[in-house]
């Protein structure tokens, strides 16, 4: 993996700016993977990156498994690995028939559940990884593919 960005996060403020800092990178056909424990602030930076894409409203898709925002700019499908518990979960919510339409961004929490090699190879990855270190955390966006 490649490192683009890394960041000390201290506040919500830190996040947006970040999150404008990755903006650029997600267009159609990329998928952004998220890992972080529970607590760290994936859906945080998820309803931020929204927000600077016009669209506000975001809920973590736990119970859920997935969300499908529309904005001006694309459509962002959202998907929360975190219950899943083997492969007939990932194939009983649809994840794989969310890679056929290339006309959207897919942002996937959790997502160490799935094998990095499982994940398609003909779309673009990022990868977030973000680390709680006592007061702050450590937010750090590679390109994955």
Not at 49 to 61: K, N, Q, R
Not at 93 to 112: P, Q, T, V
Request: charged residues 25%.
């Amino acid at each position: 993996m490649k490192l683009i960005l890394s960041q000390d996060i201290f506040d919500e403020v830190s996040v947006k700016k970040f999150a404008v800092k990755v903006k650029p990178y997600l267009k159609l056909k990329n998928m952004l993977l998220l890992e972080g424990d529970l607590g760290a602030g994936k859906t945080t930076f998820i309803n931020l990156l929204l927000e600077s894409f016009g669209y506000t409203g975001v809920s973590s898709p736990t119970y859920a498994f997935r969300h499908t925002y529309l904005t001006d700019q694309l459509k962002i499908e959202h998907v929360d690995l975190y219950r899943l518990e083997g492969d007939e979960d990932i194939e009983s919510i649809g994840l794989w028939d969310l890679f056929h339409n290339s006309e959207s961004l897919i942002i996937i929490e959790w997502a160490s559940r799935v094998p990095l090699s499982d994940w398609p190879m003909d779309w673009k990855r990022y990868q977030l990884e973000i680390t709680v270190e006592g007061n702050r955390r450590k937010y750090n966006f590679y390109e994955a593919s």
